[in-house]
T-cell receptor
Framework: GEDVEQSLFLSVREGDSSVINCTYT??????LYWYKQEPGAGLQLLTY?????DMKQDQRLTVLLNKKDKHLSLRIADTQTGDSAIYFC??????????FGTGTRLLVSP | EAGVAQSPRYKIIEKRQSVAFWCNPI?????LYWYQQILGQGPKLLIQ????????DSQLPKDRFSAERLKGVDSTLKIQPAKLEDSAVYLC??????????FGQGTRLTVV
């Protein structure tokens, strides 16, 4: 089935690391994505990982994929107040179909 | 490179009225998506086009929603008649390859 789950809320202090988790059910996923959504804005692609990779690092962002457990995480190092937003995990299945999670609201306090 | 353009940004209508949204994807992108995002939820795929053909419309409420992409470029999504539960942000996205999809800013629909 197509189901992507995320925790609803995460609160961290500026300068700390943030880890946002996601679980998915469809083992045929080819790519997995992290999108960021700020208030009143569309979705901004942050990073993605191919399903045969375990890890991808991109500046402050680290994506870990455990395909056996169908678990994806996004680590943001040195979190800033500008990182406050809703983060969506998404999986690509079938012919380019994107299935999104419920979103995790990240609040960064000074 | 220009992004995905959507209009209008906001729309308020009464229930049972009709409404249409427009999307112009990034030039050259063959795949176009319409998503519905209800407040507090993740985006849900309504319909996916590949050029001017429909690839997936399994979650489109076809009794009231319709979409077209006649020339394989821009697209319109229509709701007729609207219900209160259609209040949401309607997001259009386009994709060239099977790696990235780029999203527009969305149209926020309020049905009263």
């Amino acid at each position: 089935g197509e189901d992507v789950e995320q925790s609803l809320f995460l609160s961290v202090r500026e300068g700390d690391s943030s880890v946002i988790n996601c679980t998915y059910t469809d083992s045929s996923s080819t790519y997995l994505y992290w999108y960021k959504q700020e208030p009143g804005a569309g979705l901004q692609l942050l990073t993605y990982i191919f399903s045969n990779m375990d890890m991808k690092q991109d500046q402050r962002l680290t994506v870990l994929l455990n395909k056996k457990d169908k678990h994806l995480s996004l680590r943001i190092a040195d979190t800033q107040t500008g990182d406050s937003a809703i983060y969506f995990c998404a999986e690509r299945i079938g012919f380019q179909k994107l299935v999104f999670g419920t979103g995790t609201r990240l609040l960064v306090s000074p | 490179e220009a992004g995905v353009a959507q209009s209008p940004r906001y729309k308020i209508i009464e229930k049972r009225q009709s409404v249409a949204f427009w999307c112009n994807p990034i030039s050259g992108h063959a795949t176009l998506y319409w998503y519905q995002q209800i407040l507090g939820q993740g985006p849900k795929l309504l319909i996916q086009f590949q050029n001017n053909g429909v690839v997936d419309d399994s979650q489109l409420p076809k009794d009231r929603f319709s979409a077209e992409r006649l020339k394989g470029v821009d697209s319109t999504l229509k709701i007729q008649p609207a219900k209160l539960e259609d209040s949401a942000v309607y997001l259009c996205a386009s994709s060239l390859s099977n790696t990235e999809a780029f999203f527009g800013q969305g149209t926020r629909l309020t049905v009263v």
